[in-house]
């Protein structure tokens, strides 16, 4: 889950700072780009969240 939206899944804002602080301490943030590997690799077209069309060759 991206840090951004750490709060939407904590009731208690208090929580999701303590949590968040404890998990990124000493951490290296390295944010991603593009197409998940394994999406890719499966075979699964770019198509809208839900739709799962399968690519065919």
């Known amino acids: 889950i991206p840090v951004e939206l750490w709060y939407e899944q904590f009731s208690d804002s208090t929580l999701a700072d303590a949590v968040l602080d404890r998990l990124v301490h000493d951490a290296y943030k390295i944010q991603l780009k593009g197409e ?13 969240e839900g739709d799962k069309t399968v690519a065919t060759n």
């Open 36 to 48: 998940s590997m394994r999406k890719l690799l499966s075979g699964v077209k770019n198509a809208p």
